[in-house]
């Protein structure tokens, strides 16, 4: 399994568009941080988790050649504005699965009604597939078992998921002990850190560290991280020997 950090950043990205933030003005490109997303090689299956609205951006320097499904986390507009990218993949592949609550679903369907529609379409509009995700019902994709996981960003239900040793969690805030049950005996885990501050709706750093501890995977990455955490190098000093920061364009292999 190979997994690529297409974006880390919040949900205003690193630079934040006028910033004269120490961190927004680096010249190390790891401090540069598009929104959060990350992409699955798997065996055969190519998987993406969120389509934000640097989906375009990402695609390309990744160099990713197929889109076999996109899991949606929550409804957010920095993790769904990008769907309409996806025309490229739909004009090679056919309809896209997209695999989300249903709550999102409705949500996309509202916001970009023309790729759900199924009469008089316009031609040049991408097709999906809608796929509900259900709490405690894994999704299966070519036998390959992906298990949901469920938690609160802040008020709004969001879904990680779980991929053999592997999970993806972003915009926790709290989570209920039955879902980190889910999450023993992980050599990976991926989870957002926004700032060492307290947030309403996001772990901050403290948060994050004291989650990783509870999990106790082999090894985890804090991605969602916000200009206000610091520089890339310097936070990294400060981590546990396990305990990485992502950043974008960063490849791990498992």
Known sequence: MKIYF?????????????????VCKSVNPKDHRLRVSIWIEWDDLSIVIDCG???????????CQKVDAILFTHEHSDHTAGLDDIRPFFFKQGNIPIY??????????????YI??????YPGAPGVTEVEVVNNQNIILENKIIIPINFMHGN?????????????????????NSEIEKLKNLDVLVVNALREEPHDTHFNLEEALDFINIVKPKK?????ISHILGFHDEVQKKLPENVFLAYDNLTINL
């Open 6 to 22: 297409l974006g880390t950043g919040t949900s205003q990205g690193i630079p934040v568009i006028g910033s004269q933030h120490s």
């Open 53 to 63: 609205p640097d989906f375009r951006q990402q695609m390309l320097t990744s160099n």
């Open 100 to 113: 989300g609550h249903e709550r999102i679903l409705k949500n996309l369907k509202k916001r970009f009604d």
């Open 116 to 121: 759900f529609e199924t009469e008089n379409r």
């Open 156 to 176: 709004l239900q969001v879904f990680g998921y779980r991929f053999d040793n592997f999970a993806y969690l972003t915009d926790v805030k709290t989570i209920e």
């Open 220 to 224: 985890a990455y804090l991605t969602h």
